[in-house]
Nanobody, 115 residues
Framework: VRLVESGGALVQPGGSLRLTCAAS????????MSWYRQAPGKERELVAT????????YVADSMKGRFTISRDNAKNTVYLQMNSLKPEDTAQYYC?????????WGQGTQVTVSS
């Protein structure tokens, strides 16, 4: 299993970013995928989850209406569209797969929201 995140950057408050997670080494279309984030000194928290068939996705309350998770099973890729970014969104963002009782993580991509 390999998960590779990209798209993180320094962005001004109110700006937008789209994060990408490229997956390989497993049958991507069979598994739900999630985005998590971890800010300095804080615990890692769930941001959003998309089911294998792109059905009803979940977005954490604090990000609902601003963040959207999606996936392209033909490209083995999951996305996180982030709009109206706030300084408190600054964190390392991780892609996660939960498969056969084990969690797999990417290396993360840094998002910094600052003027």
């Amino acid at each position: 299993v390999r998960l590779v995140e990209s798209g993180g950057a320094l962005v001004q408050p109110g700006g937008s970013l789209r994060l990408t997670c490229a997956a390989s080494g497993f049958t991507f279309s069979s598994y739900a995928m999630s985005w998590y984030r971890q800010a300095p000194g804080k615990e890692r928290e769930l941001v959003a989850t998309v089911p294998s068939d792109s059905g009803s996705s979940y977005v954490a309350d604090s990000m609902k209406g601003r963040f959207t998770i999606s996936r392209d099973n033909a490209k083995n890729t999951v996305y996180l569209q982030m709009n109206s970014l706030k300084p408190e969104d600054t964190a390392q963002y991780y892609c996660k797969l939960y498969r056969y009782g084990r969690a797999y993580w990417g290396q993360g991509t840094q998002v910094t929201v600052s003027s």
